[in-house]
């Protein structure tokens, strides 16, 4: 199993700047990539941003250039940092991880960031 909490969300003003943490635990070993998603009230959760094991990053096209996906190995943890921040940006943040040989999903529990314009 793995298990993903969240932190670093809240309110910022347009143009602003957040940093969110996704801490893995469990079989860390065998995630084989931890994405960020979203949903804002009333829309589909959708995708944002990828990181692979292998350090392969992927961005959707409404965050290139703004959000920035890492990882800290050593801490077990994924960061997202998002720049220059709107108010569509608004949405409750979750970090997803695939694992394991069957590809297994887990969610974390997901950390809300509001943007002020």
């Known amino acids: 199993q793995v298990q993903l909490v969240e932190s670093g969300g809240g309110l910022v003003q347009s143009g602003g700047s957040l940093r969110l943490s996704c801490q893995a635990s469990?079989?860390?070993?065998?995630?084989?990539?931890t994405n960020w998603y979203r949903q804002a009230p009333g829309k589909e959760r959708v995708l944002v941003a990828s990181?692979?094991?292998?350090?392969?990053?992927n961005y959707e096209d409404f965050v290139k250039g703004r959000f920035t996906i890492s990882r800290d190995n050593t801490k077990k943890t994924v960061y997202l940092q998002m720049n220059s921040l709107r108010a569509e940006d608004t949405a409750v943040y979750y970090c997803?991880?695939?694992?394991?040989?069957?590809?297994?999903?887990?969610w974390g529990q997901g950390t809300q960031v509001t943007v002020s314009s």
């Open positions: 469990g079989n860390t070993f065998s995630i084989r990539s």
């Open positions: 997803q991880a695939r694992w394991g040989p069957k590809n297994f999903v887990s």
């Open positions: 990181i692979r094991n292998d350090g392969t990053t």
